[in-house]
């Protein structure tokens, strides 16, 4: 074969795979649209939102605390979570203050409890991004005090929210990869039964559900589906060789770090980690969940 003809094939296999490169990025994209656009049927269900002082400052406590203010802000205005100028990728978590013309304005009980434990508009639509998966467990008097404490807050001056997923998320999404929280909860499942608030196992891993995920619904941490790239994996919260809780000899230790950021030894944890909100975590819930984390099966790190 001629030098010419060699390279002529090899322009024609370039073009080829260019093209049906082209053709999979087109067509991935677009089944990822249609599946953020799907509908998830889901059964009534009757939650009674709270009222009164006490669910309201229950309600601030598991705002604060839980990871919501690291996406939606203190004033429930919404923030910038994610905004990678290397991939594009961008998110930016919706104002869900009270007050006309936002985006929760008129939203039903039932629609408060879609939206938080299984992570469904109500419109039926995906909530993208959203990490309901966290809450899914949370029990109805929970739920109902957090959506007392967001009503009762002074309308902010957020926005909608955005996210702008780079081509390879896209991808992976259109191929199940990576999951938008509907897909990952158990929707027949029936909700968390209250618990005695104690260090007990029983309550440990009611707050350990806040951690899943992360870390995975084994704690067993790993790359962080759909994460930008730059973000480190999850630590493997389970005991035995790889895992982070060997760094922490006790409780008392534990919960430093968690209102640190940083190891007994003094090197940072992961900038990832949310501390702004698990820094408020009191001190029974902190114990319990150290408790909770000693106590499961060892799992491989990564074993999600």
Not at 14 to 32: C, K, N, P, Q, S
Not at 113 to 132: A, C, K, T, W, Y
Request: aromatic residues 6%; hydrophobic residues 40%.
């Amino acid at each position: 074969m001629t030098t010419k003809r060699w390279m002529r094939r090899a322009a024609v296999a370039l073009m080829a795979g260019v093209l049906l490169a082209a053709v999979a990025v087109f067509v991935g994209t677009r089944l990822a649209d249609r599946k953020a656009q799907r509908q998830v049927v889901l059964p009534p269900y009757p939650l009674v939102l709270g009222q009164g002082a006490a669910a309201v400052e229950r309600g601030r406590y598991l705002y604060t605390s839980r990871g919501c203010a690291d996406c939606h802000g203190d004033d429930a205005g919404g923030r910038v979570v994610i905004d990678d100028a290397k991939t594009g990728f961008l998110v930016r978590g919706p104002d869900i203050s009270p007050g006309p013309g936002k985006g929760v304005a008129g939203y039903t009980a039932a629609d408060w409890e879609r939206s938080i434990r299984h992570g469904v508009r109500p419109d039926g639509r995906p909530l993208l991004v959203m990490p309901s998966e966290d809450y899914n467990r949370l029990t109805d008097d929970d739920t109902s005090a957090l959506v007392a404490y967001l009503q009762q807050l002074a309308p902010a001056s957020g926005g909608p929210g955005v996210v702008r997923m780079p081509v390879v998320v896209k991808l992976l999404y259109a191929a199940g990869l990576v999951q938008d929280a509907a897909e990952k909860i158990d929707h027949g499942r029936p909700p968390s039964q209250p618990v005695a608030e104690g260090v007990s196992l029983a309550h440990g891993g009611y707050v350990a559900s806040m951690c899943i995920g992360c870390h995975g619904g084994q704690l067993s941490g790993g790359k962080i589906p759909g994460a930008p790239p730059d973000w480190p994996a999850a630590a493997n919260l389970t005991p035995g060789d790889g895992s982070a809780m060997t760094r922490y000899a006790d409780g008392p230790q534990f919960a430093a770090m968690m209102r640190t950021g940083r190891r007994p030894d003094g090197s940072p944890v992961s900038p990832v980690m949310p501390f702004s909100s698990l820094a408020r975590m009191n001190e029974t819930d902190l114990a319990a969940l150290y408790l909770y984390l000693k106590s499961v099966p060892p799992r491989p790190f990564g074993e999600r």
